[in-house]
Every structure is written in structure tokens, then in C-alpha cells.
């Protein structure tokens, strides 16, 4: 089968086709997209070398699988079952654990990936394949509710508007929190606003303009400190941001406000199946572009545009 390789530099290669092993299943990939991860992984985040890619919707093609025919969206973290983070019901914190397309697991840009059975989520009736495509993200922008304990009447700042930030600040419109998407350019307010957001320049928010929650999905390493600039004193601040190149930040500023410090990575996918199966979430307009599977590497040059949308890859 063909696959996106990374070593180094990207090609596309002729691999073995995976065989599933018990629990597992045979996934044809239809649609895959591009992620930040997945750029940060090409300047050398996670040491990462393999099948790139994690965000996709495909066809369950294992005739044994209890998903066969089915279509379906998986999550990313494969654990072992066994350790103590699993045995604790956190599979997502594996020791021994696999992420696909990131840390030893290969990745969905490629015409197969073999998962475990209950990784997958069956796609419900009436949600386009394209749309769920944006389950994985979506479910990482879910997560902040769990991990930062977030009500209805906390004020919340969300630091960058790209790919995530437009789909964390649509959970935060629906959770009823007092929310602002801060972008840096006149154009993305404009864009985050006709997705019904409310969203404001960076420049325009006042040195003295803080929030209880903030939150740094900016993709850049700087944007911890943005962020921490405007939290209140006692407030979370929550982290979406990974690079491959991160900044140093200063810990006194934590000690002397109480801050807390809250990691997020991936979430609930069946919540998120939920929100875009109701079309609570609209994602289609968060598409840029879509490339075939073979012009995946020009993909990839264009997804790496700063400020660049969603990237999709079609596999058929
Ligand atoms: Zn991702
Ligand atoms: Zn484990």
C-alpha cells in the first residue's frame, strides 16, 4: 500500500499493507487531515519517524470485525490494557502506549491503518465523512470541560484562532460561558464572527482585560505567555499548544498569582460525534483546501502557511 513517510523529509512509499492482530481491525482511510502535531512533527516534535497523520474517517474492511462495512472515525491513543494509567480506566496515559502517526503507531496518511476494535467509533447516520474528519480535533477542544472543570459563568479568553481555536470557541458558545476568540488579524475576527463567534483583534484587548480561564491553543510558543498575561490571579491556565521548539516560561509568575496549570490533549469522541451529528458545530467552513492522497506532500507545503485552515486528504 502507498504511505507518507517521514524520515527526516517527506515521500510517499509502497509499505506492507498492516495485518491486524486479534482486537484489531482493518480501516481503508477515505478522507485524513492535517493537524499542527503533524507540521511540529517535521521540525522534529515527538522524534516522531513513520506513517504521519491521526485525523481521519474510513471503512472498517476486516470481514471479522464486529464493525465490518462499517464506517468509522478512531481514536488516536492505542494502550495496552495492562498498566497501571489503564487499569485506571486513563488508556489515553498508557505507559506503554502507541499514538497513531506520533509515537510509535503508524499514521493514517496512508491507504490502511490496522486499530484496535475499541478505538473506533462507528460514524452516525447522516454525518458526512468530511465533517467527521474533525471528530479527533473536536474532541480535543471537548476536553478542556473535563481537565479545567469548566462552568457556565466562568470567563473565559481563548488565545489564536486557528484550526482548534475556532472549534474550542464553539464548545465554549454552547457551554454559555462569558467567551472571547482573540485573533491577530482583521480577517480572522471577521471569519471567526460569521461562524456566529465572538471574537476580538489581540491588539484590541486592554492590558487590564483578564479572564479566569485562558486558553493557549495558538500553536506557537510564545502564545503561553500571551495567554498567562491575561489570566486573573487564582485563574487556569489551560495548554493545547505543542511544538517542537518550546519557550521558557517564568514559574514566579505562577507562585505569585496561584495559577494553575492545566495540560490538554485529546478528549471524549462521543460527545464530539454528538455536537456534529446535531450540526451544533459547523466545520465545513474550517476547510481550506482538499488534495488527493498523491499530492499529499504539496498538502502538507500549504497546510504549513501560517494562519492556514483545515488541509484534507482524499484517499479514493
Ligand atoms: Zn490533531
Ligand atoms: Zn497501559
Do not use: W
Request: aromatic letters at 8%; glycine letters at 10%; proline letters at 5%.
Amino acid at each position: 500500500m502507498k504511505a507518507l513517510i517521514y524520515d527526516g523529509g517527506l515521500k510517499i512509499s509502497e509499505i506492507e499493507k498492516p495485518v491486524p492482530e486479534k482486537g484489531m481491525a482493518l480501516v481503508k482511510i477515505l478522507y485524513s487531515s492535517i493537524c499542527n502535531t503533524d507540521i511540529e512533527i517535521i521540525k522534529g516534535y515527538m522524534g516522531f519517524k513513520g506513517v504521519l497523520g491521526h485525523e481521519f474517517a474510513g471503512e472498517v474492511v476486516s470481514e471479522n470485525s464486529r464493525f465490518y462495512g462499517k464506517k468509522v472515525v478512531g481514536e488516536i491513543n492505542c494502550a495496552c490494557g495492562k498498566c497501571l494509567m489503564c487499569l485506571n480506566n486513563i488508556p489515553k496515559h498508557c505507559f506503554e502506549r502507541g499514538v497513531v502517526g506520533i509515537y510509535n503507531y503508524q499514521g493514517v496518511f496512508a491507504d490502511y491503518i490496522s486499530l484496535p476494535e475499541k478505538n473506533l467509533h462507528e460514524i452516525p447516520e447522516g454525518l458526512d465523512l468530511l465533517s467527521a474528519v474533525f471528530t479527533e480535533p473536536l474532541a480535543a477542544a471537548c476536553e478542556i470541560f473535563e481537565s479545567a472543570g469548566v462552568r457556565p459563568d466562568d470567563k473565559v479568553f481563548i488565545f489564536g484562532a486557528g484550526k482548534l481555536g475556532l472549534l474550542i470557541a464553539q464548545v465554549f458558545k454552547l457551554s454559555g460561558c462569558d467567551y472571547t476568540l482573540f485573533a491577530r488579524s482583521d480577517a480572522r475576527v471577521d471569519f471567526a464572527r460569521s461562524l456566529g463567534l465572538n471574537s476580538k483583534k489581540l491588539a484590541d484587548c486592554g492590558p487590564t482585560e483578564k479572564a479566569g480561564i485562558c486558553v493557549d491553543c495558538t500553536g506557537n510558543p510564545e502564545g503561553i505567555k500571551i495567554a498567562m498575561d491575561r489570566l486573573l490571579p487564582r485563574g487556569t491556565l489551560v495548554l493545547k499548544t505543542t511544538v517542537a521548539r518550546p519557550e521558557k516560561i517564568d514559574l514566579n509568575q505562577i507562585v505569585i498569582n496561584e495559577y494553575k496549570i492545566i495540560g490538554s490533549r485529546c478528549g471524549p469522541f462521543a460527545p464530539a460525534l454528538r455536537l456534529l451529528g446535531s450540526g451544533l458545530v459547523s466545520v465545513k467552513p474550517l476547510i481550506a483546501k482538499m488534495f488527493d492522497f498523491k499530492d499529499i506532500i504539496g498538502a502538507f507545503e500549504y497546510a504549513g502557511n501560517p494562519g492556514a485552515l483545515k488541509v484534507i486528504i482524499k484517499h479514493f
